[in-house]
């Protein structure tokens, strides 16, 4: 018996960048973002893995890696991202689920997961698929919401919230919205195959207070100087974890050079996440699996993956 597919946080239809990003006030939250990926990723790379890519916020700072893929469930999530980073063998846009990604495995020698893991109902089983996915030596940079922030602590020892920020377990403060303790992040990164090589603590003046009376080039000044405490307390809204695939030989600065490049098939990095077939065998609209005969969409450029979105072939 197969267990439930955990609940999946689909953005279709939903204007996240312009209303959160674009228009909402975030520059510093975005800033800040950009210091932390410059300090953990990777001068350059083959091929790296974007998790919750959204519409494509962070992408333009993975310029050091010949290529980039984005996933998200939402198929317009990636119409946004394919209108601002435009179409290129550079940039492969894929519509799946975390729970069950359709990639071979030990492919990417990088991943990212920012502002993705606080929609897992099952963190653990999605930081798992992560790892069948990297290679050994694979770098992963992991952003998560944290439950043992300042602002939770001070609030539960004021009595004004009934949720323990020091316990282990998540808390969902909304439907499908979860803070995580960093022990607990740390604990299931072990159990799924990482070794966690650093920790920054990121969005320290995250408050509009601070944001409207100390000018941004100021804050992100400061900002910067504080991610380093990140290995030593976790007390911000924020963390980002870089860890490394464990697996044959320890864990080092770049990942084989078994990669797929520019010239490399697109069907060759596909299986089916169905059955685990591969390859999958190109067709004009679709890449059509020959072992269970799903033919997974492919519309308007963007590789479809999500449960439902199939059909089945005649065999």
Request: overall charge positive; glycine content about 6%; aromatic content about 10%.
């Amino acid at each position: 018996m197969t267990c439930a597919r955990p609940p999946v946080c689909d953005y279709t239809d939903s204007d996240y960048q312009t209303s959160f990003w674009d228009q909402g006030g975030r520059a510093y939250e975005d800033q800040a973002e950009g210091v932390a990926l410059r300090r953990l990723l990777p001068a350059s790379g083959k091929l790296l893995l974007e998790l919750g890519a959204g519409a494509g916020r962070n992408t333009s700072r993975y310029h050091g890696f010949e290529r980039i893929v984005l996933l998200d469930y939402s198929h317009t999530q990636l119409e946004q991202a394919q209108a601002r980073l435009g179409r290129s063998e550079r940039y492969v846009f894929v519509a799946a689920d975390v729970y069950r990604l359709p990639f071979v495995p030990s492919l990417f020698e990088t991943a990212t997961m920012i502002r993705t893991l606080h929609h897992m109902a099952n963190a653990p089983l999605a930081l798992r698929q992560v790892r069948q996915v990297l290679q050994p030596g694979a770098v992963f940079i992991l952003e998560f919401a944290n439950k043992r922030n300042l602002k939770a602590i001070l609030r539960y020892l004021l009595r004004r919230q009934t949720w323990n920020p020091f316990k282990l377990e998540p808390v969902e403060f909304s439907a499908l919205n979860f803070d995580f303790h960093p022990q607990a992040v740390r604990q299931w990164l072990v159990e799924s195959g990482f070794a966690v090589q650093r920790q920054l603590t990121v969005s320290h003046f995250r408050m509009g207070l601070f944001k409207r009376l100390i000018p941004l080039k100021m804050l992100l000044a400061m900002e910067s100087t504080l991610q380093l405490t990140g290995n030593w307390w976790q007390l911000t809204p924020s963390v980002f974890v870089r860890a490394c695939a464990v697996g044959a030989g320890e864990c080092k600065n770049h990942a084989s050079e078994s990669i797929p490049t520019l010239n490399t098939s697109i069907s060759d990095i596909f299986r089916c996440p169905e059955c685990g077939c591969a390859p999958l065998t190109e067709q004009t609209d679709a890449l059509a699996c020959p072992r269970c005969a799903r033919r997974w969409a492919v519309r308007d450029g963007i590789y479809d993956f999500c449960l439902g979105n199939f059909s089945t072939t005649q065999k």
